[in-house]
C-alpha cells in the first residue's frame, strides 16, 4: 500500500473530515481514505452512466445491430 502526505490542506477540510471521523469514531486517516475511495465509486459510477446513456443513443440512432458471432464462425468453418 501507498502512503501520501497531503500539504497545505485548507483548515476548514481539514476540520471538517476530523469531525466526521470523530462522529463516525475512526481516526481521520481512516475517514481520508474512506473519502477517496468513495469518491473514486462515485467516479467510476458516473463513467458508467454516460457509457449507458451514449449507449442509448446510439442504439436509438442505429438501432439494434446484429451478432457477429455467427458471421465469424461461418468464416472460420469455411477455412477449415
Known amino acids: 500500500m501507498a ?6 490542506l485548507d483548515d476548514q477540510v481539514y476540520d471538517a473530515y476530523r469531525r466526521a471521523a470523530e462522529l463516525e469514531g475512526v ?3 481512516e475517514r ?3 473519502a477517496l475511495a ?3 465509486v462515485e467516479q ?3 463513467i458508467a452512466e454516460r457509457l449507458r446513456r451514449q449507449h ?3 442504439r ?3 438501432g439494434e445491430l446484429p451478432e457477429s ?8 468453418d469455411t477455412r477449415g
Request: proline fraction near 3%; hydrophobic fraction near 30%; aromatic fraction near 10%.
Open 38 to 40: 468513495d469518491h473514486l
Open 60 to 62: 436509438a440512432k442505429y
Open 44 to 46: 467510476r459510477k458516473a
Open 69 to 76: 458471432w455467427p458471421g465469424i464462425r461461418e468464416d472460420r
Open 3 to 8: 502512503d501520501v502526505k497531503i500539504r497545505n
Open 32 to 34: 481520508l481514505r474512506r
Open 27 to 29: 481516526s481521520l486517516e
Open 56 to 58: 442509448e443513443e446510439f
